[in-house]
T-cell receptor, first 113, second 111 residues
Framework: AQSVSQHNHHVILSEAASLELGCNYS??????LFWYVQYPGQHLQLLLK??????LVKGIKGFEAEFIKSKFSFNLRKPSVQWSDTAEYFC???????????FGSGTKLNVKP | NAGVTQTPKFQVLKTGQSMTLQCAQD?????MSWYRQDPGMGLRLIHY???????DQGEVPNGYNVSRSTTEDFPLRLLSAAPSQTSVYFC??????????FGQGTRLTVV
């Protein structure tokens, strides 16, 4: 079965610190990869997505992610976090028939002002 | 453009009661799905649909039914509510190979 692993469950950073959140998935075929953000009390919103092409993907709000096929990874990065980035971040994969999304367990990011 | 609309936003049920969570999308997406979100467990797929008249089970389907009579609507029915079904429920829709768009969620408490 497919799985998506997010290794950091809770990350605490100060403003201006750099961020990297890990995501690994287990599927050997063609995959689409996503990062979603959930602000407190809200629904999930798309940060960025990878379908094909350049493995370095840029998203909204200064986020980027790098797809490394050999490592089955899709890590999320941001050079300098802001207090407003406090949220929960979810990595997601869809593959095979592309009709199902598999989500990681999420990483809660707390940015201290 | 409303996107994905879920109702109600909040609901409290007594054990054994039944109810239907509504989900509608206006983007003409083929795929729709229901997830439940529990602390530390991410989103788990309950049921999904790849088109009108076609539904299938996800990871945690027990206690839930779905139907898809139109492209736009995908209601989730709780047959006999249990405290273990206390959760936040999200409906999502997507094109094939596209990103998922989520509704605002329904926070359900079963007492």
């Amino acid at each position: 079965a497919q799985s998506v692993s997010q290794h950091n469950h809770h990350v605490i950073l100060s403003e201006a610190a750099s961020l990297e959140l890990g995501c690994n998935y287990s599927y050997g075929g063609t995959v689409n990869l996503f990062w979603y953000v959930q602000y407190p009390g809200q629904h999930l919103q798309l940060l960025l997505k990878y379908f094909s092409g350049d493995p370095l993907v840029k998203g909204i709000k200064g986020f980027e992610a790098e797809f490394i096929k050999s490592k089955f990874s899709f890590n999320l990065r941001k050079p300098s976090v802001q207090w407003s980035d406090t949220a929960e971040y979810f990595c997601a994969v869809n593959a095979n028939n592309f009709n199902k999304f598999y989500f990681g367990s999420g990483t809660k990011l707390n940015v201290k002002p | 453009n409303a996107g994905v609309t879920q109702t109600p936003k909040f609901q409290v049920l007594k054990t054994g009661q039944s109810m239907t969570l509504q989900c509608a999308q206006d983007m003409n997406h083929e795929y729709m799905s229901w997830y439940r979100q529990d602390p530390g467990m991410g989103l788990r797929l309950i049921h999904y649909s790849v088109g009108a008249g076609i539904t299938d089970q996800g990871e945690v389907p027990n206690g839930y039914n779905v139907s898809r009579s139109t492209t736009e609507d995908f209601p989730l029915r709780l047959l006999s509510a249990a405290p273990s079904q206390t959760s936040v429920y999200f409906c999502a829709s997507s094109y094939r190979r596209g990103e998922a768009f989520f509704g605002q969620g329904t926070r359900l408490t079963v007492v």
